[in-house]
C-alpha cells in the first residue's frame, strides 16, 4: 500500500520507512519501524477508503502560483515590497489606537482629539491659555501677596536672636485652625496646654540632646535650658534654647549608632500600632511587621512599591496592574505614576462603598493588587473589607487597607461596641494596611507606619545597594535621612494617652459626629452621602450650589473640603470641634439659607471654578489648571 503514498517515503527517509495498512473502511494504520525496538504506529482517517492525491494537490499549487502571478504581473516591485511593511504599520497603529480606547475609554479619547484639533485653528490655543490663566490668577489671588515679601536668598547677615521674633510673628499670621478646619489638627486644646505639651517637649527633648551630642560646649542646658542664647567657641553655629517648640531641627535615625532610643521608639510604635489592627490574633499569623514614615502618601507607595516587587518575585508579573475604586486616596495615582504600575479606577455602589463585583470583572494575569479604604477619605465610609479580602485571597493577589484615618480611631471605636465591620489583619487576604499616628493617633505631624503581613512581603519594602563606592547601603523607606524627634514625638503620644486615653477620646469623637449627622439631617436643603462609619460627614444638596454654600461658610471662618461626583462638602471632625460643633451646624444653616435667599457666586468664591471644572468633558485641561496652579504656589 505504500505505492497509494509516494509522499510518505519522501517525508520519512531510511531507516524510519512507513508502512500504511487498511483496518477499517474508514482508518489506515501508519507504522513507523526504525529498530526492532522502536515502534510507532498512528491511526489517520481514511474517509471510504480514497486515496490521498499527492500529484492533484501539487498540481493546485502549482495553479494558484501561476494565478497570483498572472494578477500580479502589472504590480511594482517595489509596491509588492512596500504593501506587507505598511500594512504592518497600519496594524501597529489600529492596535496602539484599540489600547488607548481600552485604557481610557473611547470618550476621554474622542474628547481630547477633538480639543487638540481645536487648538491647532489660529487663535484658539492663545485664548484658551488666556481663559486658564485668569482662572489660575483667581486661584492663586490669596496667595501671590504673601509671597512677595519671601526670602529668595540667605541674608548677607544672620538674625541671631531675632529669628525667634520672626518665628513668633510669621505663625501668628497662620489661619486660626482651632476647631474650624476639616480636620487639619487633631489634638484638642491649645499649643500650650495637655496633650500639645506633652508632644511639644517630647520633640524639643530629643532636639536638645542631639545638639549635645554633636557640641559638648551646650551640655549645660541639657536639663531645664534657660531663656537664653548661646554662641560655641566656633562662632559657626548659634543655638537657641528655649521654652518654644523647636520645629526645625531634627535628629537622624539614619545613625542608630548614634541614636539607639530612636530605634527602639521606632519599633514600639510600629508595635503598638501592630497590636491595635489584629497582630495578636492568631489569624494575623503573627509576623506583623512594618516601618514609621513621613505620612499616609509615603506609607501608601512604600505599599504600592512593595506589592509590585512581591508579586513581580511571586508570579513573574512585569506589567503590573492594580485597581482602586474612585473613593480611594490620590496617593494611589501618584504610587502609579511613580513605579509605572498601570491604575484602574471603578466606580462605587450606592452606599459609596468601593464596587467589589466591578473589581472582580477587572482582575487579569496582570493585576497586583486591589485597595479598600477604612474609610474613605471622601465620604467617611468604610470598604467591605470582609469581601475584598476574600476576592484578593482567591486570586493570589495583594490587598491593601488604607486606615490613614481609621486606624487609630476603628479600633477603640469597635471596644466601644459601635457597629464597625471588619479592617484590619484578621480579614484573610490583606496583605498590608496604612495607619497615619498623626491624625487620630494625636501624635506630631509627619509620622505614620506601614504594615505588612510578614516578613517576606515586607522584604520587598527595602532598597540594598552592594556595588556604590560609599560602601554597603540599605534603607528601609524612602527617605535615607528621617527626623528622630518625630519618631520620639508619636511614642511620646500613644505612651502618655494610653489605651483609656484613646477610649475617651474615641467616644467624644464619635459622638460628635453623630450630632453633625443629625444636625445635618435637620437642613431640609441638604442630604448626607452615603452612611458615615466614622468622623468624616459629607453632604450635598439638589436645590441650592453647595459649592456656593462653602463659600459663605469659608467667609465665616471655615475650611471644608470641596468634593465631586457628586458635587459635596464634608467635615472631618476631631476633638477640635467637641466644643464647637453647635456653631457649626448654626454657621451651616445660615450659610444655605443665604445662598438660597441670594443664588450666586460670591465675589472671590472659588464655586464657579469648582462647578466649571465638574462639568469640563477635557479633564486634561482640569489637569493644567491644577499643575499650572501649583507651580505659582510652591
Excluded at 15 to 37: E, Y
Excluded at 509 to 520: A, F, L, N, P, R
Aim: charged content about 20%; overall charge neutral.
Amino acid at each position: 500500500t505504500n505505492s497509494n503514498f509516494p509522499f510518505l517515503s519522501f517525508l520519512f527517509p531510511p531507516p524510519i520507512q512507513p508502512t500504511l495498512t487498511h483496518f477499517t473502511s474508514h482508518a489506515t494504520l501508519l507504522s513507523f519501524k526504525s529498530s526492532p525496538f522502536l515502534s510507532i504506529r498512528i491511526g489517520i482517517a481514511d474517509d471510504g477508503r480514497k486515496k490521498m492525491d499527492f500529484d492533484s494537490a501539487k498540481s493546485s499549487l502549482v495553479r494558484l502560483r501561476a494565478s497570483a502571478n498572472s494578477f500580479l504581473s502589472d504590480v511594482e516591485p517595489l509596491a509588492l515590497l512596500l504593501a506587507p511593511l505598511l500594512t504592518l504599520l497600519v496594524a501597529r497603529v489600529v492596535q496602539s489606537f484599540l489600547r488607548c480606547v481600552h485604557d481610557n475609554g473611547a470618550k476621554p479619547l474622542i474628547v481630547g482629539f477633538v480639543m487638540s484639533s481645536v487648538k491647532l485653528v489660529p487663535g484658539v490655543k492663545r485664548y484658551i491659555d488666556a481663559e486658564k490663566q485668569k482662572v489660575v490668577d483667581q486661584m492663586q489671588s490669596g496667595t501671590k501677596s504673601k509671597r512677595a515679601g519671601w526670602m529668595s536668598e540667605l541674608p548677607k547677615e544672620g538674625l541671631g536672636p531675632v529669628v525667634i521674633e520672626k518665628l513668633k510673628e510669621e505663625k501668628d499670621k497662620d489661619v486660626d485652625w482651632r476647631g474650624k478646619c476639616s480636620g487639619t489638627v487633631y489634638i484638642g486644646g491649645t499649643e500650650s496646654e495637655g496633650h500639645f505639651a506633652v508632644i511639644n517637649e517630647a520633640c524639643s527633648m530629643l532636639v536638645r540632646d542631639e545638639m549635645c551630642h554633636f557640641f559638648p560646649e551646650v551640655m549645660m542646658i541639657l536639663h531645664d535650658p534657660p531663656k537664653s542664647i548661646f554662641v560655641l567657641d566656633t562662632n559657626k553655629l548659634l543655638l537657641t534654647c528655649d521654652n518654644l517648640v523647636v520645629q526645625f531641627a531634627h535628629t537622624n535615625p539614619l545613625h542608630l549608632d548614634v541614636f539607639p532610643s530612636i530605634a527602639r521608639f521606632e519599633a514600639e510604635v510600629v508595635a503598638m500600632t501592630a497590636s491595635l489592627l489584629g497582630s495578636k490574633e492568631t489569624s494575623s499569623e503573627g509576623e506583623i511587621c512594618g516601618n514609621m514614615t513621613s505620612g499616609g502618601t509615603e506609607s501608601i507607595l512604600l505599599a504600592m512599591k512593595t506589592s509590585r516587587d512581591y508579586m513581580k518575585a511571586k508570579k513573574g508579573i512585569r506589567k503590573p496592574e492594580m485597581i482602586i475604586p474612585v473613593s480611594a486616596h490620590s496617593a494611589y495615582d501618584k504610587a502609579a505614576q511613580y513605579f509605572n504600575i498601570k491604575l484602574w479606577r471603578v466606580p462605587v455602589n450606592k452606599e459609596f462603598q468601593a464596587d467589589v463585583k466591578a473589581i472582580r470583572r477587572l482582575i487579569n494575569r496582570n493585576t497586583i493588587l486591589i485597595v479598600g479604604s477604612a474609610p474613605g477619605f471622601p465620604h467617611g465610609v468604610i470598604d467591605p473589607i470582609e469581601e475584598l479580602g476574600e476576592l484578593a485571597s482567591s486570586r493570589g493577589i495583594c490587598l491593601h487597607v488604607d486606615l490613614c484615618l481609621g486606624g487609630f480611631v476603628l479600633p477603640f471605636a469597635r471596644m466601644l461596641g459601635y457597629p464597625i465591620p471588619s479592617f484590619d489583619f484578621t480579614v484573610e487576604g490583606v496583605t498590608s494596611v496604612s495607619v497615619d499616628v498623626h491624625k487620630y493617633g494625636l501624635a506630631p505631624k509627619g509620622t505614620s507606619v506601614v504594615l505588612y503581613r510578614n516578613h517576606e512581603i515586607r522584604k520587598h519594602q527595602f532598597v540594598a545597594v552592594t556595588e556604590w563606592s560609599g560602601g554597603l547601603y540599605v534603607s528601609p523607606t524612602v527617605a535615607g535621612s528621617r527626623p528622630g524627634s518625630l519618631i520620639a514625638g508619636a511614642w511620646a503620644a500613644m505612651i502618655s494617652l494610653g489605651l483609656q486615653g484613646y477610649l475617651e477620646n474615641t467616644k467624644a469623637i464619635m459622638e460628635v459626629s453623630k450630632q453633625v449627622q443629625k444636625g445635618v439631617q435637620e437642613i431640609p436643603e441638604l442630604f448626607i452621602i452615603g452612611k458615615p462609619d466614622m468622623t468624616i460627614v459629607a453632604f450635598g444638596s439638589d436645590l441650592v450650589d453647595i459649592f456656593e454654600v462653602n463659600d459663605i461658610m469659608t467667609s465665616k471662618g471655615w475650611h471644608l473640603n470641596a468634593l465631586q461626583r457628586p458635587n459635596s462638602l464634608h467635615i472631618c471632625l476631631t476633638l477640635q470641634h467637641v466644643s464647637i460643633y453647635k456653631d457649626f451646624l448654626v454657621d451651616l444653616k445660615e450659610s444655605v439659607n443665604t445662598v438660597k435667599a441670594n443664588p450666586g457666586p460670591i465675589k472671590g468664591g472659588l464655586a464657579p471654578i469648582y462647578g466649571a471644572a465638574g462639568k469640563m468633558p477635557d479633564r486634561g485641561m482640569v489637569q493644567d489648571l491644577l499643575v499650572d496652579y501649583m507651580d505659582g504656589t510652591c
